[in-house]
């Protein structure tokens, strides 16, 4: 966490008190002085499902240290739900943008995240696990139907339950199906699975299936192995970002 994040998240909120705020923030492995900062669609201020359908159709990461939240907003959105031990910020943290009137971005105000430990709770792929993601997606996506029944919402949930089935291919395929299913009723989708280089070539040579599979077996000896992939690839991107703005 920067020195003056939450210093400066809070001398926003002062001038909009029923928002809440969000910040720069960047991946490391190893050391703080490994994070580039690649400046994504969402940081701007912005209306709260406007904020949820962009973060769910291009980054849909949602890091719940980003956030500087009002009590009162905390209170409206209502308690993190005890069943949930994977993605479960996801569904609480799409209560809280829908309960506030907006989101303040804070230029500046920096966060720092971790990946690659091994004891992660997000790596897990437990048959728990697995069902706390899906009910999770489930619970966000629909609380956000709630609030706006659109097409753009309708294909950000397209989306997510997508990449559910990406990310747990070949794994319960029960809940694999479910998510199939909610891909289907919610419109469809067109999204393809992505990942580091490694990744992605080996999907253009043998399909998405076949990369998943390789990749799990990699997960087993541990992330730092083919972290060097999303780092080359976060490095691309920046310099992707700099050339269609330059």
């Known amino acids: 966490m920067g020195l003056n994040k939450i210093e400066i998240q809070i001398a926003r909120l002062k001038e909009a008190p029923d928002c809440i705020s969000s910040c ?23 209306a709260p499902v406007d904020w949820i359908v962009e973060s769910l159709e ?3 990461m949602m890091g719940g240290a980003i956030w500087l939240i009002p009590r009162e907003i905390s209170n409206r959105a209502g308690q993190w739900d ?8 996801f569904d609480y943290f799409i209560r809280v943008i829908l ?16 990946s690659g430990g091994k004891s992660r709770l997000s790596a897990s792929k437990s048959r728990k696990a ?18 706006e029944n659109s097409v753009r919402v309708r294909h950000a949930g397209a989306a997510m339950f997508q990449r ?3 990310g747990t291919y070949p794994l319960t395929p029960d809940l694999l199906k479910r998510a199939e299913v909610k891909v289907l009723s919610l419109g469809g989708c067109n999204i393809k699975p992505s990942g580091g280089p490694v990744f992605n070539f080996i ?26 992939g999303f780092r080359i690839q976060r490095v691309l991107r920046r310099l992707k970002y700099r050339r269609k703005i330059g």
């Open 130 to 147: 697995l069902e706390s993601g899906y009910l999770s997606l489930e619970l966000g996506i629909n609380n956000v139907l709630v609030k």
């Open 82 to 89: 005890e069943r949930l031990n994977l993605i479960n910020d």
């Open 58 to 60: 291009n980054i849909p």
């Open 24 to 46: 720069e923030w960047a991946r490391f492995y190893k050391s703080i002085k490994d994070a580039i900062f690649i400046p994504e669609v969402v940081w701007k201020d912005m």
């Open 164 to 166: 559910f089935i990406y």
């Open 203 to 228: 999907c253009l040579l043998f399909g998405w299936r076949i990369a998943s599979l390789i990749r799990s077996f990699f997960y087993v000896f541990g992330y730092e192995q083919i972290a060097i």
């Open 99 to 114: 309960a506030s009137s907006g989101i303040k971005f804070c230029k500046n105000a920096e966060l720092f995240y971790r």
